[in-house]
């Protein structure tokens, strides 16, 4: 009997705290509205308050999936959390979110591919179900929190990072043809330095000295090509409708990682695919990194777009740089 892994539920959460563009320009003294307008979309983000952090989106979030999908938390047997922003170095994150929801009887682990972590979290997920039937249910969760970590002078990063969390419930089926169809992971290793978190781990341990040059702050340290997403997505996305031996044409929905619209809107025109198939919210949420794109299939979902057997084609990057892909048929 075929085994596999079927997205079944959705849900998201984002903080209260709304911050318009004009925020921004009191902030640093100068227009940056127009550029997030024109450029990215962005109008809004949402920050988390003082006293809210990475567990407090998931705990928000999941309580949303699980309503949605009518399951007990008790009936969870894997919680993963893709973040790069956590609760602590150690323990996980997902940790304390499975004793916050009373999901007592599953296992828990935390995935750090940065901004690529919920896709490899839906790819991990899978392989789980598909190999031990002991897992049925698994909630994976997307979560960004990287306010906490700007740098309030900076305008290349302080303006454009927000924070939110979204995932989706995974169950098991033993239905031909739906749920989990193909994955890739790819990493380009050589720009590890160019963006990241650089203090707080045992490289640059935190320190009064490295908090008041502001090491342990998210910060650009070189410009990436702007062609590395567009080639890349790409090219995997080529390989892994070979791998379905489908058309690019053919996915009736593509959730794109958000950093920038413009990358996505190429990638699209080089598959020749309708830009109605690539969804985005930066408009309102900015960028929530590993959220981003559950966050919208979220909001794909509950407006009914998506049907069943419609393909669904989910692609992160992130900080490393580290890219995956993965398509399901709903």
Avoid at 3 to 10: C, L, T
Avoid at 36 to 59: F, G, H, K, M
Avoid at 70 to 92: C, F, G, H, Q, R
Wanted: proline letters at 3%; hydrophobic letters at 40%; glycine letters at 6%.
């Amino acid at each position: 009997m075929i085994r596999n892994a079927q997205i079944v539920a959705s849900g998201m959460y984002v903080p209260e705290r709304v911050l318009p563009n004009s925020f921004f320009n009191e902030l640093l003294g100068e227009d940056v509205d127009t550029w997030l307008r024109e450029n990215l979309t962005i109008t809004e983000r949402r920050w988390c308050n003082d006293d809210q952090s990475t567990a407090d989106l998931c705990v928000e979030a999941a309580k949303k999936i699980l309503q949605n999908a009518n399951v007990k938390a008790e009936e969870i047997d894997l919680i993963i959390i893709a973040t790069d922003t956590p609760e602590y170095i150690s323990p996980s994150t997902a940790s304390l979110v499975q004793y916050r929801i009373g999901a007592v009887n599953s296992g828990t682990f935390d995935i750090n591919t940065a901004c690529a972590g919920f896709v490899t979290g839906l790819d991990v997920a899978s392989k789980f179900i598909k190999a031990d039937s002991r897992y049925n249910n698994v909630l994976v969760i997307g979560a960004y929190a990287m306010s906490k970590y700007l740098n309030m002078k900076d305008k290349k990063t302080v303006t454009l990072f927000a924070d939110g969390a979204a995932g989706v419930l995974l169950q098991s089926t033993n239905e031909e043809g739906k749920g989990f169809l193909t994955a890739r992971l790819h990493t380009d290793g050589q720009y590890c330095d160019w963006m990241g978190i650089y203090a707080g781990g045992t490289h640059i341990p935190i320190t009064h000295e490295v908090i008041d040059r502001k090491e342990h702050l998210l910060k650009f340290v070189k410009k990436f090509p702007k062609e590395t997403n567009p080639n890349t997505w790409t090219k995997m996305i080529k390989e892994a409708c070979n791998d379905l031996q489908i058309k690019p044409d053919e996915i009736n929905h593509y959730f794109f990682t958000q950093i920038n619209i413009n990358s996505i809107w190429e990638t699209l025109d080089n598959l020749k695919v309708d830009r109605q198939k690539g969804y985005t919210i930066m408009d309102k949420y900015a960028y929530t990194g590993s959220a981003c794109i559950p966050m919208t299939f979220d909001q794909v979902r509950r407006k009914g777009l998506i049907k069943e057997n419609d393909l669904c084609l989910f692609i992160g990057s992130g900080g490393g740089l580290a890219f995956a892909i993965t398509i399901f048929r709903m």
